[in-house]
């Protein structure tokens, strides 16, 4: 969203491709061929290693970090980059790399958080959506009212309502991405509940929730985790243009995004402060999308022929 | 300055040397250093100790910063180096935000202020040393007992619709600003009525004496601008609209284009003074053909744009981006005497802080020095005890065993006698503003040491003005108080509705007599007991004087030498170098 | 035809409510009063409640709803709190410059776009595609307003070329104006050049690989025939949704850029409405945002029938 447009580049890496998913094709015993195939891609193998070192780093910040990230030391302020502060200090004297290894915590938290929280939504409204014809209108045309809104100014205006907090941001950023998902399982849900293994699971007189959980949000899943990895990323980005616009995270809390908002005016005179989590938060995000780029091929069944 | 001294003589009451001095060593380009040390010897501190003031000269400070103070690198400031004024050119100025109209009496703002007194007058004004003089006005008389002003007003001034200033004009004015603004309701209170005695001649009887009334007349952020009776006819308590933007001063609108620019151009009616440029008063000499205001909110955009050169004066720099210009030969970027001092605002009307001790444990656990370091940078801020700052006559260092006491022990034990049982105390702060906000993140950190339970709530602006309307929402919050050349013209000190309610019967006998004293002596007597009740009382912990900046472009020539910057500089008597 | 145009318009009528209604509910929910805002710190509560009530602020949440959108089916928005005109004119004039910005940042990145993913499908896998891809990818995963803030540093501080912000009205000065949005038009156009480019590529290698591809290159066409008039062709076809997409996405990301280099267009106008609590631009300017997106895809699908035969709209 804050990048010139999340929405866009949701729909329009998964969009046009979202028909040629064929489920059907991914048979028990090509189960792991798409894992061989993904390991068979440097980008995405690199991808993984990065995104894995970026766990560890969340998971043990507390072992990694030398000094409390909201110790505020204001003798200290500003200091370059030196033996004590890896990556100098803020304008508050806080340790840049311990807020930074903090960073990768909140941030991480933020995008599968939002992954989590749109998925949620946004797969409950379309396979609503796409199994009962009729509250699709209804559901689809609120659906259509909130992409149609300008996103920023949606998360803007939920936190403006809702408050600065971590949980916020989630809220209004799930809410953000929840119709791109819930076009998508929609989408699908409308095929799968033609397929003949539904009809069949109908005529037994399985309730609908089991039908829609077993037998069409399972065949919905593997389109859905391409789209998720991209969610991540831009969950991750848009946090930072709230930060930016005023609208994010508490500001003591370090994210990476709220780190690069809040350097990016001292850039001049402490370049350290944004461009260590800026270094972080871009990797990242590129390491998330060339992931997500080499999952898409390794499921496509399309692309696996060539 | 002659005229003025019926005025001055009235006004003045123990003039202080020291701060003439002060002032006038900023302007002639003395460096910090000398400036400081002299504030310091003067406030009876060691003077070898190294002055915050002084960022070039201080031994801690080793960034590249030389040039930047006035010290080094432009030796020669004094008016007579300034050259041969340049008539012509547009003065571009940078603002932090597109202010909501500019109509003074309804809404008081910085950039309202900055912009509005290039294009109207006040009765009254400030001159260098900070003492009140007049402008649109041509004297001022108090009758024996204090209760009734004439004010004398100078003939032929013109406002920018070619209407003459009259005592009808005045009196239109005061009547709409006494409704709306916060200084015009003040005043009401002492006020029985205000006459036109002839066309140029207008009376305030008052129903007891006001002795600061001139200076609650004049030249301030939300002061009492003349306009005309004809335009404040036609709207009433309503906003002005821009094309009733009509004053006496030099400069006139020609456009508004809100988000985009305002634009002033030169008014060639202009009508002013003779006497020399002194602070705001005297002559106004306005060389520049436009000035143009454009609203720049992004920080680091703002100074891109005057490095780049295409703006010419910032309102607002943070003091690390000083440091980071360096030292740039187009740029003369000068630090000059306090414009602010930050506060920690406690509630005092509801809630835990509403207990003088818990208030004064509050006091006892902050350390000033590293409030001052976080929000505005070594070299930017100095520590100081006074509550009036220390460029006004007002400044006194009564209380100061209780400033800056950074004593987590005795602000554990006062919370105890206090009986503090842990209750989650709330400080409120908006990153709309860096300062506040850094300030607010260490308080924090410091009560968190001395065993308070403390929140920090961190809201955009428009929603921390709305908590703390609600008592009950809030415990503490940081701001700044600007300055004020007179204790009464500071809502806190005079009235009891300011944020955080300070109001004892002991604040409220001082504030009286604050305001009705008509010996200067007995004023400062009173404002020293203010000061000293500050302290007892602790509605809230000064933290430390903010130094002003002024980021200028190196092509303005003689603007430091002619107008003071803490209520917004004046480019009237400047010019543009080609 | 014309009737599935008729129906797409009428669909219109159902989303701008939804929107109406999501944006009116949520501004009214953020705390903060437009009329203290508006009068200060410094103002008095007497004065604030007194223009609260001028403002129309303390009627029932409903009753100022039922207002609103009554006189917005009358393409009446009522008048701005803050800037003390009608919203109708401050809209229009801030439509030059987001339009310009969204159209000069469009074509850049189609320009971008188009020969950077043929290149990169055809020569598949090659270090030249790798290298196209990680670029692309680098559009979207750096922030864009601080992205902005090194343009700013490069050519306006370091090298003095371009002006470090600001705006200059196209028939003022058209050399100035241009000048003043080089920069604006790259930071927004990157990570849009960067995403098309990547669709570019997919599409072009799934047809590449298309039947009638192959005839082509069977019937012995050259290369560069082939890949510009049958499969490039082919492939733009999906190309033309994200150009919608992108397109009224820039109007989003337009919010951030606009503040980075101080252009008063609808996106500052947008935040800074926010922060100023002026609800009735907040609700204007996201009801026409809304409309014009929903044209915009409107325009793509029925664009769609001239470039590509197969599709023909029918019943649905």
């Known amino acids: 969203m804050a990048q010139t447009e999340t929405r866009t580049t949701i729909t329009q890496v998964t969009a046009p491709r979202a028909r040629r998913f064929r489920l059907s094709s991914i048979t028990p015993s090509s189960r792991y061929y798409w894992l061989r195939l993904l390991l068979e891609n440097p980008a995405a193998v690199l991808s993984i290693g990065f995104i894995g070192l970026i766990v560890v780093l969340a998971v043990l910040a507390s072992w990694i970090a030398p000094y409390e990230p909201t110790f505020v030391n204001p003798a200290e302020r500003l200091r370059p980059p030196s033996r004590e502060h890896w990556f100098g200090t803020d304008d508050l004297g806080r340790d840049v790399f311990s807020r930074a290894v903090y960073g990768a915590r909140i941030s991480l938290v933020v995008g599968l958080a939002v992954m989590v929280g749109s998925m949620l939504l946004g797969s409950l409204i379309g396979l609503i959506a796409g199994y009962y014809a009729r509250v699709d209108t209804l559901l689809m045309r609120i659906m259509d009212g909130l992409e149609a809104f300008p996103s920023i100014l949606l998360a803007i205006a939920i936190m403006a309502t809702l408050g600065s907090a971590l949980e916020n941001v989630i809220i209004a950023l799930s809410v953000v991405y929840a119709p791109n998902i819930a076009r998508l399982v929609r989408s699908t849900t409308l095929m799968n509940k033609r397929q003949p293994y539904v009809e069949s699971a109908r005529a037994i007189g399985l309730r609908d929730s089991v039908i829609l959980r077993r037998y069409i949000f399972l065949n919905s899943l593997s389109p859905l985790i391409v789209q998720c990895t991209f969610v991540v990323a831009f969950a991750i980005l848009a946090e930072s243009s709230l930060s930016y616009l005023g609208a994010g995270v508490p500001p003591g809390i370090p994210t990476w995004g709220n780190m690069v908002s809040d350097g990016q005016a001292q850039l001049q005179r402490a370049w350290w402060i944004a461009v260590f989590p800026g270094m972080f938060l871009f990797l990242t995000v590129l390491a998330v999308n060339l992931l997500g780029d080499g999952l898409r091929d390794a499921l496509d069944p399309r692309v696996r022929k060539r | ?578 | 035809m014309t009737a599935y145009i008729l129906r797409r318009l009428l669909l219109l009528i159902p989303v701008l409510l939804v929107v109406g209604v999501i944006v009116f509910t949520l501004i009214h929910l953020i705390p903060g009063d437009p009329a203290a805002v508006m009068l200060g710190r410094e103002a008095t509560r007497e004065q604030v409640e007194a223009l609260r009530e001028r403002l129309g602020l303390n009627e029932p949440f409903h009753v100022q709803f039922f207002k609103w959108f009554t006189n917005v089916l009358r393409l009446d928005f009522g008048n701005s709190l803050f800037l003390d005109q009608p919203v109708t004119r401050a809209l229009l004039d801030r439509v030059q410059p987001t339009g310009l910005l969204t159209l000069y940042s469009l074509t850049l990145a189609v320009l971008i776009a188009i020969p950077a993913g043929v290149v990169a499908a055809v020569r598949r896998n090659s270090l030249l595609d790798r290298l196209l891809m990680v670029f692309s990818i680098s559009g979207v995963a750096i922030p864009n307003f601080f992205f902005g803030i090194l343009l700013i540093l490069l050519f306006a501080v370091i090298l003095g070329w371009l002006p470090s912000g600001g705006y200059v009205d196209i028939t003022d000065d058209p050399v100035e104006h241009l000048k003043h949005m080089v920069m604006p038009t790259l930071a927004l156009s990157f990570s849009a050049a960067g995403l098309m480019a990547r669709l570019v590529r997919s599409s072009m290698l799934d047809v590449l690989h298309d039947d009638y591809v192959r005839t082509a290159y069977a019937k012995g066409l050259p290369h560069r025939h082939v890949i510009l008039r049958h499969a490039l062709r082919n492939a733009l076809i999906p190309f033309l949704t994200i150009v919608g997409i992108s397109l009224a996405g820039m109007l989003g990301g337009s919010v951030v850029i606009e503040t980075v280099f101080n252009i008063p267009g609808m996106g500052r106008l947008l935040v800074q409405s926010v922060t100023r609590r002026d609800f009735p631009v907040v609700q204007a300017a996201v009801m026409v945002v809304a409309a014009v997106e929903v044209l915009v895809m409107l325009l793509v699908d029925i664009l769609y029938v001239y470039i590509d035969p197969r599709v023909r709209y029918g019943s649905d």
Request: glycine fraction near 8%; hydrophobic fraction near 40%; aromatic fraction near 8%.
């Open chain 2, 1 to 578: 300055m002659a005229h003025h001294d019926a005025l001055l003589a009235q006004m003045l009451s123990r003039r202080s040397s020291r701060r003439a001095l002060l002032k006038r060593a900023a302007i002639l380009g003395l460096g910090a250093p000398a400036l400081a040390g002299l504030g310091a010897a003067c406030r009876g501190e060691e003077p070898a100790a190294p002055s915050p003031a002084a960022p070039s000269a201080s031994p801690q400070a080793t960034s590249p910063v030389a040039g930047q103070t006035p010290a080094a690198g432009q030796p020669t400031q004094a008016p007579t180096s300034a050259g041969e004024p340049r008539r012509g050119g547009r003065l571009r100025v940078a603002t932090t935000g597109q202010p909501a109209g500019l109509d003074m009496h309804i809404r008081a703002q910085r950039t309202i202020t900055l912009i509005g007194w290039h294009m109207y007058e006040a009765l009254f004004t400030f001159d260098g040393n900070y003492e009140t003089v007049p402008m649109l006005a041509a004297g001022y008389e108090v009758s024996d007992d204090g209760l009734t002003a004439t004010i004398p007003l100078r003939r032929g001034v013109r406002f920018h619709n070619g209407e003459e200033m009259r005592a009808a004009d005045v009196v239109a004015s005061f009547e709409r600003w006494a409704e709306v603004s916060s200084l015009g309701i003040a005043i009401s209170e002492f006020l029985r009525e205000v006459v036109e005695v002839d066309d140029y001649t207008v009376e305030f009887r008052l129903s007891s004496p006001l002795v600061a009334l001139p200076s609650m007349l004049a030249r301030q952020s939300g002061g009492l601008s003349i306009h005309p009776k004809s335009v404040l006819d036609q709207v009433g308590t309503e906003p002005l609209t821009p094309d009733l933007y009509i004053g006496t001063g030099p400069y006139q609108l020609v456009d508004f284009q809100p988000d985009r620019f305002t634009l002033l151009r030169r008014f060639d009616g202009y009508v002013g003074l003779d006497s020399p440029p002194s602070g705001y008063a005297g002559r106004k000499a306005a060389y520049l053909d436009e000035i143009e205001f454009v609203p720049m909110p992004d920080e680091a955009a703002r100074v891109a744009g005057l490095q780049a050169g295409d703006f010419h004066y910032l309102e607002e720099i943070i003091p690390d981006q000083v440091e980071a210009i360096g030292d740039d030969p187009s740029l003369n970027i000068q630090i000059l005497p306090p414009r602010s001092y930050g506060v920690l605002i406690m509630n005092t009307i509801a809630g835990p802080m509403t207990n003088v001790k818990l208030r004064q444990a509050v006091l006892a656990a902050v350390d000033v020095e590293a409030t001052g370091q976080a929000s505005h940078g070594e070299g930017y801020f100095e520590p100081d005890p006074g509550i009036m700052l220390p460029q006004t006559r007002w400044h006194s260092t009564v209380g100061q065993e209780y400033y800056d006491q950074g004593n987590p022990e005795r602000a554990r034990q006062l919370a105890q006698e206090a009986g503090y049982d842990g209750t989650p105390l709330r400080i409120l702060t908006t990153q709309e503003d860096l300062g506040d906000y850094n300030a607010a993140v260490v308080i924090q950190q410091q009560l968190q040491q001395a065993g308070f339970n403390v929140q920090l709530e961190v809201m955009d602006e428009a929603t921390l003005d709305e908590m703390l309307e609600d008592d009950n929402r809030w415990e503490m919050t940081t701001n700044a108080y600007v300055f004020r050349p007179d204790p009464v013209l500071i809502a806190a000190f005079a009235s009891c509705t300011a944020d955080g309610g300070w109001c004892s019967d002991p604040k409220v006998e001082v504030a009286r007599r604050l305001q009705t004293e008509t010996d200067p002596g007995a004023r400062f007597t009173a404002f020293e007991e203010l000061q000293m009740l500050w302290y007892t009382e602790a509605p809230a912990v000064k933290l430390v004087n903010n130094l002003g900046i002024a980021p200028l472009s190196a092509k303005v020539k003689n603007v430091l030498e002619t107008t003071h910057f803490e209520i917004e500089p004046e480019f009237t008597n400047c010019w543009l170098e080609e």
